[in-house]
């Protein structure tokens, strides 16, 4: 069975700081892909980034990056340059590749203080 | 990414009444899926709906309580039924594109 483990419930970092949202993962499968989506206060998930399990590099898109550390089963997600539209929940999913089921973490909620 | 729209965006509901949501994605897809997010919870699979079949449900989620249609490849339907105020949440359909789910705006349901 695959689990996620988000243990931070609420985070706070100041504008134009970086922060760590950590996520923890467990499977047996060697095939997977690791997921972040920030959900804003109106309710919508959005997708931030993605890596897959096989990927050499850590994934990057602007302003996001995935510190993936595969023997560590962590999957930490790196915010640079906070601003305060970043406040909001953001859940840490993974899926194990050949299926289309996620499972989702408990989320962290991010307050970006100005 | 896909475009995905939910109608309505939110609803307030009384007791033993029953609301339908609508899906409607901007390109044919196979599958759609349903969530629902309680208040302060984390997002749980309801059920899957492939066009021209049966939804397949996930464990706790009955057909009775939660009927689905997937009349063509870009639409979809969920329907909560008899409702009770614990059916409160945020309902979400989803879909597949490449490695990626990608969400509509969700509908915000709340039960009286």
């Known amino acids: 069975a695959q689990k996620i483990t988000q243990t931070q419930p609420g985070m706070f970092v100041q504008e134009k700081e970086a922060v760590t949202l950590d996520c923890t993962y467990d499977t047996s499968d060697p095939s997977y892909g690791l997921f972040w989506y920030k959900q804003p206060s109106s309710g919508e998930m959005i997708f931030l980034i993605y890596q897959g399990s096989y990927d050499q590099q850590n994934a990057t898109e602007g302003r996001y990056s995935l510190n993936f550390q595969k023997a560590r089963k962590s999957a930490n997600l790196v915010i640079s340059a906070s601003q305060l539209g970043d406040s909001a929940m953001y859940f840490c999913?993974?899926?194990?590749?050949?299926?289309?089921?996620?499972?989702f973490g408990t989320g962290t909620r991010l307050k970006v203080l100005a | 990414s896909a475009v995905i729209s939910q109608k309505p965006s939110r609803d307030i509901c009384q007791r033993g009444t029953s609301l339908t949501i609508q899906c409607q994605v901007d390109?044919?897809?196979?599958?759609m899926f349903w969530y629902r997010q309680q208040p302060g919870q984390s997002l749980t699979l309801i059920a899957t709906a492939n066009q021209g079949s049966e939804a397949t449900y996930e464990s706790g989620f009955v057909i009775d309580k939660f009927p689905i249609s997937r009349p063509n490849l870009t639409f979809s339907t969920l329907t909560v039924s008899n409702m009770s105020p614990e059916d409160s949440s945020i309902y979400l359909c989803?879909?597949?594109?490449?490695?990626?789910?990608?969400f509509g705006p969700g509908t915000r349901l709340l039960v009286l």
């Open positions: 989803s879909v597949f594109l490449g490695e990626t789910q990608y």
């Open positions: 999913a993974i899926r194990t590749s050949g299926t289309y089921k996620y499972i």
């Open positions: 390109s044919q897809v196979t599958m």
